[in-house]
């Protein structure tokens, strides 16, 4: 404190800061008025401001009453006299209250419900799941259609192609939203009971990561792999989209493909699992439990 | 009788007279607040969250919370004949179409950041230096609710603008709330009214977000002041300064001129952020679509450390009888349930292990407290690892570093880090213990007798 300026410089200073901020302040008004840029109107309320606020801190730090002083603590235990009395007056009337055996607990019961059963409207806010987990909007038969709800071919698809695909009539779905890679015939190592999922090297898996719900957006045709980039889960296509990296635990379900007689791809049904991030009642997948089972 | 003679004196002594609040006001007026830089963590939270209510307001007016689908016809050329929700262009308009709309959304999201980092800052004061400790245990539990409501409040906000990053956020926050056993999937289907991505999901966010969830932090901080008020601040030893006293500054003139001025001070600090850096410039991300994402997509940070625990995670999930815990609920759910939890319970698990039970309106330093101080460094550098995997495949992209490799560094050095950082700084507090320890006199001194009233 012994270099302090003397009072009559701060003072010239601190003044100095509030022409500053009103000045400023000014300036942001004009500059509103007249639309200025972005930069313009930060600027000149940030210094109408910060001088304002630099002004005060100055004037309280260097003109103003410092101390030390001196507050005593209040004694926020209580004296056991006091105790005894609180106790007292709260044990008396709980004393009045046990009196009567039945009512309490009755009062407790009645209160209690009630405070359960206002809870009730919470069932309003939306549906229960039931099946909707389970299901989405591809059928047997359905066609398939890209984002604009046009009807995809089976030759539309160059080998090493995506897209993304819906049933027809839900376009844009979030359930039911596919992506179709096109691999060549040779690659293709299906699994028992998908050999004719891929009509053409058609790969169709939900688009939907397991893990955590983003779109598997990124794919990487040299390698075969399907990736989301909101945690990196990767997916094998070529080996039924089970995940290769990242925190998945489920393949992509696949959606069964095949060609109907003018020549656009159509679903088989719906996907092979349901779709999209796990939930407390999936069942584990069919592999798991034929495991489990031998 | 009266010797007041300006008009906020007379007015002041007015209201004493009719409400008897001459004491009271006195009192107050007369509040001793010690001072020390690292105080100051707590203001500067409560002054951006008063920044953040100013430019709130004037954002709600403006926001349209629906899902409608429009076409942007707006003066934003790249985006113009693009479908989008009633809410992003809402959203648009105020960015580019309403004057100041840009400069007060970009103050309000970096009042937010601010807001949130004074916030931890003052937390981890406070853990530090043991203020917690009795009689500031429900202190320390309403601050850490304070915490809490903040996060989701600020998650809220970001994800209004159904924008293409914080659609995937929102969707991911659907999948997290999803995981949670036997609850979950009526859970999320009650919050989002429905399968996602529900049907009204922006209108209760937005309820949410401008009503309840500011009113929550608004009771909430009114009763962290008012429990500082009765207990009054804690102090570091030094001279003059008990158990039994407070050392410092008065409230009135001194104190109040100088607090106000810093609030003054983190408005033009936010003024400025808000005027030159860009934050969230959703116009380059584009509309939000179910089926759209983007690559290096970033939560903001304070949610970050979640999305790392979600990417660091590995593939593993419960599924058994058959039922399944998913993957996500451990790192989305338990993880922040546990931490949450360890901080709520701090204050009587160090009293149980140190089998301190006494008050203590002395801070320590945290030098002196090395098993205290190493675990808060193993807790910051943990949940530092975290923030970083949140952005691990930028790092890995801007490094040229395979993704593969780096996750499991990144899993090892989850493990291993926090215990040698924890172990490091409980050494080095030992040592600084030793080679300058508190001195005797500091605490022991008797204080001045001077009351409230006196100047000291």
Request: hydrophobic content about 50%; aromatic content about 10%; charged content about 15%.
């Amino acid at each position: 404190m012994s270099q302090a300026p003397p009072p009559a410089r701060t003072a010239r200073r601190v003044t100095l800061l509030f022409l500053t901020s009103l000045a400023a302040s000014v300036a942001f008004a004009v500059a509103y008025s007249v639309a200025a840029s972005i930069q313009v109107l930060g600027l000149t309320l940030g210094i109408a401001m910060l001088a304002l606020g630099a002004g005060m801190a100055v004037w309280s730090k260097r003109l103003m009453p410092q101390g030390p002083f001196v507050e005593e603590r209040p004694d926020l235990e209580p004296t056991p006299e006091e105790e005894r009395a609180a106790a007292e007056a709260f044990v008396s009337g709980e004393r009045a209250i046990g009196r009567r055996k039945l009512l309490g607990p009755l009062f407790a019961a009645a209160a209690g419900m009630l405070g359960l059963v206002v809870l009730w409207p919470v069932r309003s806010l939306g549906p229960r799941p039931g099946s909707a987990l389970r299901v989405t909007g591809w059928r047997r038969g359905a066609r398939v259609v890209n984002e604009l709800g046009q009807p995809v071919r089976a030759d539309d698809l160059e080998v090493g192609g995506v897209i993304t695909a819906f049933p027809e009539g839900h376009v844009r779905s979030a359930d039911a939203q596919t992506i179709i890679v096109r691999v060549a015939d040779a690659v293709l190592r299906p699994p028992a009971g998908r050999e004719d999922w891929a009509p053409g090297g058609h790969l169709a898996y939900s688009k939907v990561c397991t893990h955590a719900g983003c779109p598997v957006g990124l794919y990487q045709a040299d390698s075969h792999v399907l990736i989301c980039p909101c945690h990196q889960a990767a997916f094998d296509v070529l080996d039924a989209a089970r995940p290769v990296f990242g925190p998945a635990t489920r393949p992509l379900p696949q959606l069964p493909l095949e060609v109907d007689g003018e020549g656009f791809l159509v679903a088989r049904g719906d996907f092979s699992e349901p779709v999209g991030p796990g939930f407390w009642e999936l069942e584990p997948p069919r592999e798991d439990r034929q495991r489990g089972a031998s | 009788m009266t010797h007041v003679d300006t008009p906020v004196g007379k007015l002041l002594s007015g209201l004493d007279r009719r409400l008897g609040a001459a004491k009271f006001t006195r009192s107050k007026l007369n509040y001793v607040f010690p001072e020390q830089f690292s105080f100051l963590f707590g203001e500067i939270a409560l002054y951006a969250f008063v920044a953040l209510v100013a430019t709130g307001i004037f954002l709600m007016l403006f926001y349209s919370p629906s899902e409608t689908k429009t076409l942007y016809e707006g003066s934003y050329a790249p985006l113009r004949g693009v479908e989008m929700s009633e809410a992003y262009r809402s959203v648009m308009r105020l960015s580019f179409d309403v004057r100041g709309g840009l400069l007060m959304r970009q103050i309000h999201h970096w009042a937010a950041l601010v807001f949130t980092g004074a916030v931890a800052a003052h937390l981890c004061r406070v853990f530090f230096t043991g203020a917690f400790r009795k009689p500031r245990e429900l202190n320390w539990v309403t601050g850490v609710i304070l915490l809490m409501v903040i996060l989701l409040e600020g998650f809220m906000g970001y994800s209004l603008l159904d924008d293409l990053l914080s659609g995937a956020g929102v969707r991911i926050a659907n999948a997290v709330v999803q995981s949670i056993p036997v609850v979950g999937s009526t859970a999320a289907f009650w919050l989002w009214g429905g399968e996602y991505p529900g049907s009204g999901f922006l209108g209760r966010l937005f309820t949410l977000h401008i009503f309840l969830m500011p009113a929550l932090i608004t009771a909430l901080i009114l009763v962290h002041l008012a429990l500082i008020v009765r207990q009054k601040h804690t102090q570091f030893p030094g001279k003059g300064r008990t158990e039994r006293n407070v050392v410092g500054t008065r409230m009135w003139p001194t104190y109040m001129t100088m607090s106000t001025g810093l609030a003054f001070m983190v408005g033009g600090v936010l003024a400025l952020m808000g005027g030159w850096l860009q934050i969230n410039p959703v116009w380059l991300y584009g509309p939000y679509d179910p089926f759209t994402i983007t690559s290096g997509s970033q939560a903001d940070y304070y949610v970050l450390w979640i999305q790392g625990a979600l990417r660091l995670m590995p593939p593993w999930e419960v599924r058994a009888w058959g039922v399944t815990v998913p993957n996500p609920f451990f790192p989305g759910i338990l993880l922040p349930v546990v931490l949450f939890g360890l901080l709520f319970a701090w204050p009587w698990l160090e009293a149980a292990v140190t089998r301190d039970w006494r008050t203590h309106h002395l801070l320590d330093r945290p030098r002196d407290r090395p098993a205290r101080t190493g675990l808060g460094v193993a807790a910051i550098v943990l949940v530092t690892l975290l923030l970083i995997a949140g952005s691990d495949d930028v790092i890995a992209v801007e490094a040229g570093w395979s993704i593969v490799a780096f996750r499991n560094v990144e899993r090892i050095l989850l493990l291993v880090l926090p215990v040698i950082a924890g172990l490091l700084a409980a050494r080095v507090a030992r040592d600084l213990s030793r080679a300058e320890p508190l001195g005797a006199d500091a605490a022991t001194e008797v204080p001045a007798p001077a009351s409230g009233g006196e100047r000291g």
